[in-house]
């Protein structure tokens, strides 16, 4: 055999190789290495929105964070301000209270007082009367003489 029909059979069979996977093999293979670049170069976008969405949620997560601590400490104050209405509220009544106990007291003591006073006179009295009755030997009669027992207690 002619070593050149060998080398033009395998140029032959060589460019067939070449047609047929130019023909049928690289187009297919080239539309799925495309439909994937496409795919990676989509999930590349949809991860960049998705940084930018993270992004973007975590800046209003801290607003709203920090809103939440202003009210939170918008709460507290007030809270911090009734407290110390109601102690105010409860120092005040406690010393109306006090003042009035004390003005009570002051008006039960007077009124003993005054009573003691009276029983006292009233004492005083009887024994003037008494002494009187003693000194002159004769009963008095203290309803006949009630004006000169009075003026005689109150002078007492």
């Known amino acids: 055999m002619n070593p050149n029909i060998t080398l033009l059979g395998q140029m032959i069979s060589f460019a067939i190789l070449i047609w047929f996977t130019v023909k049928f093999i690289w187009p297919p293979l080239m539309a799925a290495i495309e439909e994937r670049q496409q795919k990676i170069a989509e999930g590349l976008a949809a991860a960049d929105n998705a940084q930018k969405s993270l992004a973007q949620s975590?800046?209003?997560?801290?607003?709203?964070?920090k809103a939440a601590r202003g009210k939170a400490n918008e709460i507290i104050e007030q809270a911090h301000q009734r407290a110390n209405q109601l102690i105010?509220?409860?120092?005040?009544?406690?010393?109306?209270?006090?003042?009035?106990?004390?003005?009570?007291?002051?008006?039960?003591?007077?009124?003993?007082?005054?009573r003691a006073k009276e029983d006292?006179?009233?004492?005083?009295?009887?024994?003037?009367?008494s002494g009187a009755e003693k000194l002159l030997k004769r009963e008095i009669d203290a309803n006949a003489h009630k004006a000169l027992i009075d003026d005689l207690a109150a002078q007492l």
Not at 58 to 65: F, G, M, P
Not at 120 to 129: I, Y
């Open 58 to 65: 975590q800046d209003k997560v801290a607003e709203e964070l």
């Open 120 to 129: 006292l006179r009233k004492q005083v009295s009887a024994l003037a009367v």
């Open 88 to 114: 105010d509220t409860a120092k005040n009544d406690a010393i109306a209270e006090g003042n009035r106990q004390r003005a009570l007291a002051e008006t039960e003591i007077v009124a003993a007082a005054n």
